[in-house]
């Protein structure tokens, strides 16, 4: 299985709702990342697990919360979020931190807020 | 902090014939990977090629090849007999234990 699996592939949200994004991966691979990426833009880095160690970007706001049940899982939960944070967010694993492999990506999750 | 500019927004090719994509990064590192990646309009970001700094060889995989230049810091992806399915965007990416991307640089293919 050489494959990042995301669901949901669409997500619309209200406001005050509160929802997760799941991505699963099976290549035994020791890092995942979420990234989020608006329309024609590069993607963003949000959060980093690799090793079991978190690494946050500090300009990601607190209504999106990382979690890694295991090696394989990495959700992101969403709370009271906002319309900018409309976007496709990308779940990506890599072999580690050495990126000589680059990294796997899912299909990714639309997400709309209104 | 590392760099990544790909100076051409968008760009068309007729079917079947050759187009060149280019990307310039500035970095200070000595060992480094680049990286080319397609995003389609499935979404999903896929790894074309990818290229090993301390090797002159430029890589190459099927249709697709690289024009690495250390010196000068260009990363440049040469696609032979496009096809449809290499519409997409196609993002320049820099990696030194995390990824840099360039803008991306749009690519239609005419029939």
């Known amino acids: 299985d050489t494959e990042v699996t995301q669901t949901p592939k669409h997500l619309v949200m209200g406001m005050t709702n509160k929802k997760s994004l799941k991505c699963e991966q099976h290549?035994?691979?020791?890092?995942m990342y979420w990234y989020k990426q608006k329309a024609k833009k590069p993607p963003e880095l949000m959060f980093v697990?690799?090793?079991?160690?978190?690494?946050i970007n500090e300009s990601v706001p607190s209504r999106f919360s990382p979690e890694c049940p295991n090696s394989s899982l990495l959700n992101l939960h969403l709370h009271a979020l906002q319309p900018e944070d409309s976007a496709l967010y990308l779940c990506a694993s890599s072999q580690g931190t050495a990126q000589f492999y680059g990294y796997t990506f899912g299909s990714g999750t639309r997400l709309t807020v209104v | 902090a590392q760099t990544v500019t790909q100076s051409q927004p968008e760009m068309s090719v007729q079917e079947a014939e050759t187009v060149t994509l280019s990307c310039t990064y500035d970095t200070s590192e000595s060992d480094y990977y680049l990286f080319w990646y397609k995003q389609p309009p499935s979404r999903q970001m896929i790894l074309v090629i990818r290229?090993?700094?301390?090797?002159?060889q430029n890589a190459t995989e099927n249709r697709f090849s690289v024009n690495f230049q250390k010196a000068a810091k260009s990363f440049s992806l040469k696609i032979s007999d496009s096809q449809l399915g290499d519409a997409a965007m196609y993002f320049c990416?820099?990696?030194?234990?995390?990824?840099?991307f360039g803008k991306g640089t749009l690519l239609t293919v005419n029939p």
């Open positions: 697990y690799s090793y079991e160690k978190l690494s």
């Open positions: 990416v820099y990696s030194n234990y995390k990824l840099t």
């Open positions: 290229q090993e700094a301390y090797k002159q």
């Open positions: 290549m035994g691979h020791r890092a």
